[in-house]
């Protein structure tokens, strides 16, 4: 099995959405796009959202309920009139946490400097719709996304609408999009934007308080909270075919469901650490109806900000590899480099970065770096998580049993 292109897990089909991603370890499932097309009259806008009617129910079994009760008491009094002069209420007790007076690093303090310049984002395709959030990359109009947010834009007659947080709307297009990293920068015509500042990730540590914002079922502007519950999760996230993102993902508990896709995971400074991309659902539950049970995962914002530069500046992005193919069907320690050509591909590429590093067909990759690597996917996206010209410290079992560190220069793959 290749290293740079292993076989997505399938998902169980979601006909009204775009391609959506797929994750591992097994009951992870997309966050994607929420497969809404809006009707052809659909006015954009000011628009008004529908209370769920399961909402309304609730509602009006409260008010009854409450009307009861008032029944109840007014049966006790007497029939004097109950209507007072003066209400007589007690006074207000100021706080001194009035509008703009919460500290810049409160939860409050944040949503108010994120909040302008998230966005939700809309596509219209021949086979139905999608939507999801984004972020402003530059004032100038660079917003940054999932690429399975504006996949199915692909296709011919679609369209593409970025809605911003004081209600304006602009038609946007797509300026480089990658499944390798499921990430996507769109443009729109725009000037005077705040763009949000794309934050340090390696120094992010589990327990950090964390801010994610986005618009989830289209609730555009909802800002949830949590901790960075764990790093560096091997996340494949694909749509089951060949689209397959591999992503070395912050986990957070903060609550995340389909249409946050896309949207920032900010720290306490405000600064982007993540961008949402996916949530994780118990086996046996439908790619389409599952929710947050805490377990969402984000790309962390040092590989975010590599992937949109090259997208900006040439539309395609690349990755580094290590010219290898991987034994899917092994299963003792670590992952074994396969020992038969695949494809017509040779085990360890010829003249490839395993090769100058003296890797040969059988042998088995045990660490990356000191971290120990227990499945493919595993190895793939620690490889992934660096940068073509950097270099990996690889322990490696030769098929004697001996061990022995390599120094392995990574290599880029091909444009496209």
């Known amino acids: 099995m290749p290293v740079t292109d292993l076989p997505p897990v399938p998902l169980p089909a979601d006909p009204g959405a775009a391609p959506a991603p797929g994750l591992l370890p097994p009951g992870v499932l997309p966050m994607p796009d929420l497969g809404v097309a809006p009707s052809a009259g659909r006015r954009r806008g000011g628009r008004r959202r529908r209370v769920p009617l399961a909402v309304v129910a609730g509602l009006v079994v409260a008010a009854f309920g409450a009307g009861l009760v008032g029944g109840v008491v007014g049966a006790r009094i007497e029939r004097d009139d109950p209507h007072l002069a003066d209400a007589g209420l007690p006074a207000t007790v100021g706080t001194g946490t009035g509008t703009g007076d919460r500290a810049p690093d409160s939860v409050a303090g944040i949503?108010?400097?994120?909040?302008?310049?998230?966005?939700?984002?809309?596509?219209?395709?021949?086979?139905?719709?999608?939507?999801?959030?984004?972020?402003?990359?530059?004032?100038?109009?660079?917003?940054?996304?999932?690429?399975?947010?504006?996949?199915?834009?692909?296709?011919?007659?679609?369209?593409?609408?970025?809605?911003?947080?004081?209600?304006?709307?602009?038609?946007?297009?797509?300026?480089?999009?990658?499944?390798?990293?499921?990430?996507?920068?769109?443009?729109?015509?725009?000037?005077?934007?705040?763009?949000?500042?794309?934050?340090?990730?390696?120094?992010?540590?589990?327990?950090?308080?964390?801010?994610?914002?986005?618009?989830?079922?289209?609730?555009?502007?909802?800002?949830?909270?949590?901790?960075?519950?764990?790093?560096?999760?091997?996340?494949?996230?694909?749509?089951?075919?060949?689209?397959?993102?591999?992503?070395?993902?912050?986990?957070?508990?903060?609550?995340?469901?389909?249409?946050?896709?896309?949207?920032?995971?900010?720290?306490?400074?405000?600064?982007?650490?993540?961008?949402?991309?996916?949530?994780?659902?118990?086996?046996?539950?439908?790619?389409?109806?599952?929710?947050?049970?805490?377990?969402?995962?984000?790309?962390?914002?040092?590989?975010?900000?590599?992937?949109?530069?090259?997208?900006?500046?040439s539309g395609v992005a690349t990755y580094p590899v290590i010219g290898v193919l991987l034994d899917g069907a092994y299963t003792g320690e670590g992952v074994q480099v396969a020992t038969e050509p695949q494809g017509g591909q040779q085990p360890v590429t010829p003249d490839g970065p395993a090769d100058r590093a003296g890797i040969r067909a059988g042998d088995v990759i045990l660490s990356i770096d000191g971290r120990p690597v227990t499945a493919s996917d595993e190895l793939v996206v620690a490889i992934r998580a660096r940068t073509p010209g950097e270099a990996v410290t690889l322990r490696v079992r030769e098929a004697g049993g001996a061990e022995r560190d390599v120094r392995v220069v990574l290599d880029e793959s091909a444009p496209g």
């Open 111 to 313: 949503a108010s400097t994120v909040l302008p310049s998230v966005v939700s984002i809309e596509v219209t395709s021949a086979t139905g719709g999608s939507t999801g959030s984004g972020l402003v990359l530059r004032q100038d109009g660079y917003i940054l996304t999932n690429h399975h947010v504006v996949a199915s834009a692909a296709g011919s007659g679609a369209s593409i609408v970025v809605l911003f947080a004081d209600g304006s709307q602009l038609a946007a297009t797509v300026v480089g999009s990658t499944s390798d990293y499921d990430l996507a920068v769109l443009k729109v015509e725009a000037e005077g934007l705040t763009p949000l500042v794309l934050g340090d990730s390696d120094a992010v540590q589990v327990g950090d308080p964390v801010v994610a914002v986005g618009a989830p079922l289209g609730l555009a502007g909802t800002v949830t909270t949590g901790i960075v519950s764990a790093l560096n999760r091997p996340v494949a996230a694909g749509d089951g075919a060949e689209e397959t993102a591999f992503i070395n993902a912050i986990q957070t508990d903060a609550a995340i469901n389909p249409g946050n896709s896309g949207g920032p995971l900010v720290n306490a400074a405000g600064e982007v650490v993540g961008i949402n991309s996916a949530i994780a659902q118990p086996p046996g539950t439908a790619a389409t109806s599952g929710g947050s049970i805490g377990l969402g995962f984000a790309i962390p914002s040092n590989q975010a900000r590599r992937t949109a530069e090259q997208l900006i500046e």
